[in-house]
């Protein structure tokens, strides 16, 4: 297995950052031909905003029924807590090999681009990341259009 070490130290460093709990400003990163667009946070942080985000899900699940968005909220927190515990997704502490994302886009090459809650990529995956601002130019698709005449 890979020593996480030899990965460049200062997203090393980010990571360990995020675990503390300190707030950070969007990094981008990527994997092979896809970006990812994030906010750094710890563990515990991914899976807060997992369970939330599980929790809006069922909260829409149960719309229809009649009762108060309190009562909704807590039947789906009850649900997505039992979920949570089969498949042992609860704050195992920091993890400095794995970087978590939270309000994360996800850009796969000519393809449509995904929003989501909270994301983790393994640091041996990442090829290239900056924090820095930076400008988009989109891709311009130019050509002669086909004309049809008859």
């Not at 996480?4 to 360990?16: G, N």
């Not at 990812?36 to 809006?56: E, L, M, N, Q, R």
């Not at 997704?89 to 993890?95: A, E, I, P, V, W």
Request: proline fraction near 5%; hydrophobic fraction near 40%.
């Amino acid at each position: 297995m890979e020593n996480f070490r030899a990965i460049d130290p200062h997203l090393c460093s980010i990571v360990e950052t995020a675990e503390k709990g300190v707030e950070l400003q969007r990094i981008v990163v990527m994997c092979g031909a896809t970006t990812y667009v994030g906010i750094p946070v710890s563990t515990g942080g991914f899976i807060k905003a997992t369970h939330k985000a599980y929790v809006d899900e069922v909260v829409k699940g149960v719309g229809g029924w009649k009762t108060s968005w309190q009562e909704k909220e807590v039947i789906a927190t009850e649900r997505v807590n039992d979920m949570f515990a089969s498949i042992a997704l609860q704050d195992s502490g920091s993890t400095p090999e794995v970087l978590s994302l939270l309000n994360a886009t996800v850009i796969p090459p000519g393809m449509t681009s995904y929003e989501v809650p909270a994301l983790r990529i393994h640091l041996g995956q990442i090829d290239s990341w900056w924090t820095a601002p930076f400008l988009d130019h989109q891709v311009k698709i130019r050509g002669g259009g086909v004309g049809v005449s008859f």
